[in-house]
Structures are given as C-alpha cells and as structure tokens.
C-alpha cells in the first residue's frame, strides 16, 4: 500500500488565518472519527453467527456503533455549518472552487438536513444522551412485542456482559425515529425492519457525502501549508471482507481496569 506523507510546515500553517487554521484540524479530526467508526461497523460479523447469543450481542455491537457513527455525522454537518457556511470569508473563497463530486455531495447533505434528518433526532434523543426527557425508554418498552425474550447476558468478566434486553429497547427507541416507508406489494416485513433499512441507508449515503466534502475543503485549505510530499510503501493490512470482530473475547486475557464480579 502506498501511503502519500505530507510534511505540514508549521510557519506556513501558523500564518493561516486563526479561522482557517481551525477549521482545517477540525475538519482533520472529524474525518479521522467517520473514517474509524465507518471500518469498524465493516468488520462487524460477516458470516452466520454459531449461537443466538453471539448472533444478539454482535448485532447490538454493530447498532452501538451506528448509533455513533450518527451522532457523529451530526456534529460534523454542525461543524461545517457554523464554520464554513456561516463564516462569509470562508465560503465565498472555498465553496464555489470545490470540484463537481465534492459540490454534489454539499448538495445532497443540505437535502438531507434541510428536510428534518432522522439522524439528527437519533442524535439529540438516543445517542449522545442518557436524560431520555422524553421518555422513551419506557414508551418503547411498551412497544416490545409479549413474545420478546429479555436477557441479560453476564459473564465473570464484566467486559464480556451485555445487557441484551436494554439494547432492544434502545434500538426500538431509535428505529421509531425513522419514518418507515410503506411496504410494497408482497413485502411482509415489519415497519420496524423497513424503517432500519432506511435508517442503514441514510448513515451510508450521508458518511459518503460528508467525507467526500470534508475531504475537498482538508485539501484546499492544506495546499498551501504543505511542504513537501513523498510515498512510502507499507505492508498492506487485512482485507475488510474478511475481518470480522468478535464481542467477546478471551477471559484469561483481562481488559486494563477490569474487575470480576
């Protein structure tokens, strides 16, 4: 794999604009977070589960993950919008430059935000906050169907234990914030199931567009601090399509600051 380094000089990033600076480590920042949180949910298990218990547990990793990843698009088109959008300089000098992909994927992003994002109500409702103002903990309790098995599933090492019955009520309290669409002739599927593939394809399609966007303005607000550029070549990693992480791992090898019951 090759890896292209470019050398930041620190006069000429120094002698930046204080806005521009800014915005280029945040900009920096918040990609990296999209770019980790996005690999992460890739490895979740690929192939079928060897028990219902793992199948439960590592669906509810991928979901906490998600959930996440959610929060964290929100943040970032908060952050392009109070610092590019709402600085005149920066987007009068920055935006009409950007090339055709990244102006499509600005494009898209406003649609998204501007209709009422269901990312964003998972955001302020379930993933960034335990307050639950609303109550929704126990209004989608309720919901849960009578037949639903409630577990909590503990192991002798605390970081095995996953509290099964808790994520299934937070998943439904995100779910029910996607308006699910109606089902086509021949589709049984619950509204539930077709609200998450809703909700799976907003998290796809806005995390390419926002990395795309943030992506282009890195790269025009970089050039000029850029000293140099060379190519290193390292050993290539293993392939996505093949890497699946586990939710529970080996007991005899303790997570630092873990505790037995």
Request: charged share 20%; proline share 6%.
């Amino acid at each position: 794999m090759d890896v292209h380094v470019a050398k930041i000089d620190r006069a000429k990033l120094a002698a930046l604009p204080e806005s521009d600076r800014v915005l280029l480590l945040l900009l920096a920042h918040a990609s990296n977070e999209l770019n980790v949180l996005q690999k992460l949910i890739l490895m979740m298990r690929k192939t079928d589960p060897p028990s219902q218990i793992i199948d439960h547990v590592e669906a509810g990793q991928t979901f906490i993950l998600m959930r996440l990843l959610i929060g964290k698009l929100h943040e970032a088109w908060e952050l392009f919008r109070t610092r590019v959008q709402s600085n005149r300089a920066i987007s009068t000098n920055l935006l009409p430059k950007m090339r055709p992909p990244a102006a499509a994927a600005l494009t898209a992003l406003k649609q998204h935000f501007g209709a009422g994002s269901p990312l964003t109500a998972i955001r302020n409702k379930v993933s960034f906050h335990y307050s639950d103002k609303e109550n929704l903990t126990e209004a989608n309790f309720q919901q849960l169907a009578a037949t639903e098995p409630l577990q909590f599933y503990l192991t002798q090492t605390v970081g095995n234990s996953f509290y099964h019955a808790a994520e299934l009520v937070v998943q439904l309290s995100a779910i029910n914030l996607v308006k699910a669409p109606p089902a086509s002739a021949g589709d049984t599927s619950s509204p539930e199931a077709r609200a998450f593939g809703v909700l799976c394809g907003e998290i796809i399609d806005v995390s390419r567009h926002m990395t795309e966007l943030f992506g282009e303005l890195v790269g025009m607000l970089g050039e000029d601090v850029v000293d140099s550029v060379s190519t290193e070549q390292i050993p290539d990693g293993p392939k996505l399509s093949t890497f699946e992480l586990p939710y529970f791992f080996d007991e005899n090898d303790q997570l630092p600051g873990s505790s037995n019951p």
